[in-house]
C-alpha cells in the first residue's frame, strides 16, 4: 500500500467458524459497476464486483487507497447520489435488490436491514444534537413508538456497547464523549433496529490502538449476539486477522482475491495479495524495511487492458502469449481449492508463492 | 453560563464608558469654543452664559465628565433663558438649538429605526436563506445559476439605485411615513413597506450566498452521510441535519450585521424620510449640535455592545461545542 500504515497479521488466534457449505448469502454483489461522469472523464471506481455473504460471517475487504472498497460499500445502502452516480449491476440484501430501489423503499431499507458504522465518529455524528437523539431518530424512522419509549431504546442500546452510565450519557452532545466512546456510540445508533447487515468502514482507523481493540471486541461481540452479516473494510491486516471470517482483496475498483482468512493470510495466490504481504513491516516487533509495492495505483480513468495489475505485476513474463496485458482474467478458483477464488493468469500460483514469495516475506 | 453573562456584561459597561469618555473629550476637549458651538447662530450673551454655567464648562474637565455620568445616572438640571429645566436620567445632555432634553429627541427616533431595521432584517434573512438554501439543494441547475447570478446581478447595484427604482415604480405602495406601532400596526407597517423592501431586497443577496455556501457545506459533510444511512426523509436530512448546521454561522452573521443597520440607518431614513437616529444625527451635524451627537454616538455605540453580547448568548445556545468558562 502507498500511503497508509499497514500493521502486520498476527497469527490467527481464533478459529474461524467453518464455512457451512450452501450457506444463503444475504448479501449478494454482482457485476457490481459505480462510475462517476466527470469533467475528465467517467471515474470507474467499481469495475464488476461481485461476492456473496451469509448471515454470521464477516467479511474484510482490503486493498489500497482508491481501490473502491468505499464506493461499493456506500452503493449497498444506496448513498451515492442518484444524478452524479452511474450504477449497474446488482445488490441484493435480504432478498431485495438495492440497485435502482425507489427513494421510498430506500428509506424503509436503509438503517432497518443495513446499517454503517463510518470512519471518523467525530464528523460522522451531528456536532449539535445529542447522542440520544440522534440513536432515537434511527429507531423512531423505523419503529412507530414513542420518543420516551425510543429514548429507553436508546439507552439501552449505549448500554449494550458498553458506554458507562448510559442514562445521563443519552442527553450529552458528541463533544461531550471521547473518540472511542463517540463510535460506541455510532454502533449503538447502527444497531438500534438489529440491521442484518453491518458494514464498518475503517471504524478504527482514527482511535488510538488500546481503543481499537476494544472496539472490535465490541463489533465482534455484537455480532454474535445480533447474527448479523459484517462488512468490514480496513487497511490494517491484523485487524483482518483478528474479525475476519473471509476476505475480499480489491484491486483498481475489483476484487482480485477472495476465500477464508486463514488461507489468504497464510498463502494467498495472487500477486497483489504477495505485495501487501510483503509491504508489512516484520512481525517480530524489531522494525525492518518496509517493502511498498512497486509503481502506483491505476488510474480509474484510464484503466490498463489486460490484468488491471499488470503495469506493476513482477510476474507478467511467466505467463505466455502476452496475456496479462490482452485478457482480464476471471475471479475463479486457481488450486484444487474451489472456496477460494483469484484474478491472475498464472499458473499453479501456490507453488509460486511457496518457492519464491515466502522465503522473502519478513 | 451565568457567570459568563456577568462577565460579558461588565466588559460591555465599560466599553460604553470608554466610548462616552472618549467621545466627551472629542467634543468638549477639542480647540474650539464648545460653549459659542452649542450655542448656535442665534446666539445671545444670556445664553452663552447659561451654557457655560449648565455644563460647567469653566471648570476642569475631570468635573464635566463626572456631572455628564452623574446626569445619565440621576438626570441634572439644564438652564436655557433664564428657565432652569430638569432633564430626567438617563440624561445625555440638552439641546440648546432644538430647546430640548437629548434623550427624548433620541427616545422618540430610536423606535423609528428599529422599526425599520426589524422589518428589512426578517425580509432579507427569511428571502436570502430560503432562495440559498434551495439554490444548495438544486446545486448546479438552471434554478441554481439563475438564483446566484440574480443575487450577484443585485448585490452589486448601489442602494441609492434600488431605492430610486422602488419610488420611481412601486408606486402602488403606500406613502412613506412613520407612525407608531402601538397607534396603529397597519399604518405602521404600510408606511415601512417601501424601506423594509428596499433594506431587505438588497441585503437578501448577500444571505443567498451565505446560506447557499453554508447549505453547500453542510451537505458535504459526515454526518449529512450518516443521517442519510438512518433512513430519514430527504426532506428530513436537508432541512433538520443540514439546515441547523448551516443557519450557525448565518446567524452568527445576522447578529452582527443588524447591529451594524442599526447604526447604519442614514441611507433608508434619509430617502423614504422617516425620523429616525439617522436623520437626526444628520441634521444635528449640519447644526453643529454637540450633545445631540453626542447622544448619539452613546446610543450607536450601546447598541453595538448589547447585540454583540446578545450574539455571544445566542452562538452558545445554538453551537452546545462552545464551551463556557
Ligand atoms: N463522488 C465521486 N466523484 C468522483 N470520484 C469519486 C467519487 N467518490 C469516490 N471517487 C473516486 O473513486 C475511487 C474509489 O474511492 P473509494 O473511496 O472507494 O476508495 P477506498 O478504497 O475506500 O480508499 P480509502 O482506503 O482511501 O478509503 C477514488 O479514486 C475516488 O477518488
Ligand atoms: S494476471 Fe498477470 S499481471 Fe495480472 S496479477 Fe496475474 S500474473 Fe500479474
Ligand atoms: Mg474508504
Redesign the pocket.
Known sequence: MT??TVRAPQTVTRTPRARAEGEEAYLEVTDLH?Q?P?ADGK?Q??QGLSYALPLRRTLAIV????????????AILGL??RK??WISGSIKVGGKEVVGMSEKDLMSYRGADAAMIF?DPQSSLHPFFTIGAQITESYRAHHNVSKRAAKARAVDMLGRVGIPNPSRRVDQYPHEFSGGMRQRAMIAMALVNDPKLLIA??PTTALDVTVQAQILDLIADLQRDFGSAVVF?T?DLGVVAEIADDILV?YG?NAVEHGPVEKILGSPLHPYSWGLLESIPAVSGTPGPLHPIPGSPPS?LAMPSGCAFHPRCEFRDRVGGDLCRTLKPELIPRTADQGRTSRCHLKEPDKVFETEVLPRLP | MLFYILRRVISAISVVIVTVVCSFLLFFAAPHDPAGVICGPKCTPERLKDITNSLNLDQPMVEQIGLYFKGIAVGRDYTAGGVTRHCDAPCLGYSYILGVPVTDLLARAVPVTLSIVIGGATIYLIFGVLIGTIAARVRGTTLDKAAVGTSLVIGSVPYFIVALVIALYATFLPRSQYTSFFENPIQWAGGLLAAWLCLGLTNSAQYTRYSRASMIEALGQDFTRTARSKGISERRVVYRHGLRAAMTPVITIFGVDVAYQLVNTIFTERIFQLPGLGTRIINAFNQYDLPVLMGGVIVGATVLVVMNLLVDILYTVLDPRVRLG
Not at chain 1, 486493498?63 to 472498497?69: C, L, R
Open positions: 500511503d497508509q459505480v462517476f466527470t471515474v471506481a467499481v486493498g489500497e487507497s482508491g481501490s473502491g472498497k468505499s464506493v461499493s460499500s456506500m451515492h447520489d452524479s452516480t470512519q468502514d475503517e473494510i487497511h480489491m475498483g480509474l
